[in-house]
């Protein structure tokens, strides 16, 4: 088996077995070894950070653990999850491992909640199951009667963020919590949920039918009117007041497939102000909240429209001569 680097990204367990069986086969720890070793050689040859927030000598230290651990074989599900925290220990939020293909369905179905958690609890901002039985603002205790809490904490070792960001980490092991339960456990038709209910005094447990993000996409939106958000919505808030609301939940917004400039945003974005402009908008809020990035140039078109001052907006992008075609694939 190889691990192969595209865009900072590691593609581990390459060989062609199915998602759903692959937690069952077994894999020698010889090879869980060569793998290891691979990792560590394509970090030292194509990452620029690798051992800027975590020494070297603590990541070598891992590899040992994790081979300490198994000292005959180990499952290619727990081999997938030990290659990724080990990644996900280097500290880098942009560098992540992603199971191949093959080891994933067409189109996967996951657990139809979406979660918040208030300290240890977790409860149900969404649910967006064809069974509607499990209540918004529900607790949950348990899933597949795991404590969900222990399940958020495996998630947040699963998630590397830049010099550890505790932050960071809790908000991608809540908001993504169906996709690493997916990833861990691989897809089933249905998933087991202990829950209580507002005003219930006792938990009680129920298959939820896993679906797929299309149809939960359906299903939120006919549920929870004001649950998404459009990308560059523009929507007047108080016309007496002249206030308006701009969303730019993600810095990415294509015209097509070959708009390489993000054509899509700059047009949106000036649509948008060309509009509060025309409708006399005195205060315009815009909303950056859950927006995860996107192309850093359009930071640069946002900012043009908002700054008082000239202002010069500086961006640097470093790279090995011989990582060029691994990070910038033809």
Request: proline share 3%.
């Amino acid at each position: 088996m190889k691990l192969t680097l595209r865009c900072l990204i590691l593609t581990v367990l390459s060989s062609g077995i199915s998602f759903f069986s692959f937690s069952q086969n077994k894999i020698s720890t010889a090879a869980l070894k060569a793998d290891l070793d691979l990792v560590k050689k394509t970090l030292i040859k194509h990452h620029m950070g690798f051992g800027y927030y975590e020494d070297t000598i603590t990541f070598n230290k891992n590899i040992e653990k994790i081979l300490q651990n198994y000292p005959d074989s180990i499952s290619q599900r727990q081999a997938y999850i030990e290659i990724t925290e080990l990644i996900a220990s280097i500290e880098d939020l942009h560098t992540s491992t992603r199971a191949p293909k093959s080891f994933s369905s067409k189109k996967p179905i996951t657990l139809p909640l979406i979660l918040r958690k208030f300290d240890q609890n977790f409860y149900v901002h969404y649910n967006i199951a064809a069974d509607s039985t499990i209540l918004r603002t529900a607790e949950i205790s348990k899933i597949e009667n795991m404590p969900v809490w222990d399940l958020y904490q495996d998630f947040r070792k699963m998630y590397g963020t830049d010099n550890n960001n505790p932050v960071s980490k809790d908000y991608y092991a809540e908001r993504a919590f169906s996709r690493y339960l997916y990833a861990q456990y691989g897809q089933t038709d249905s998933t087991l949920v202990t829950f209580k209910n507002p005003k219930d005094s006792v938990f009680r447990s129920i298959y939820l039918k896993n679906i797929t993000s299309k149809q939960s996409l359906k299903i939120l939106k006919s549920r929870y009117k004001n649950a998404t958000r459009q990308n560059l919505g523009y929507q007047v808030v108080d016309s007496t007041r002249h206030i308006a609301k701009l969303d730019i939940t993600s810095f990415m917004e294509k015209k097509g497939k070959f708009d390489f400039n993000q054509r899509g945003f700059k047009i949106k974005l000036k649509s948008a102000f060309k509009k509060a402009e025309s409708q006399k908008i005195e205060h315009l809020i815009v909303d950056l909240r859950a927006n995860g990035g996107g192309y850093i140039p359009n930071v640069g078109r946002l900012t043009s429209y908002v700054a008082k001052e000239p202002y010069a907006l500086t961006d640097s992008m470093i790279f090995k001569p011989k990582s060029y075609f691994k990070i910038f694939t033809p």
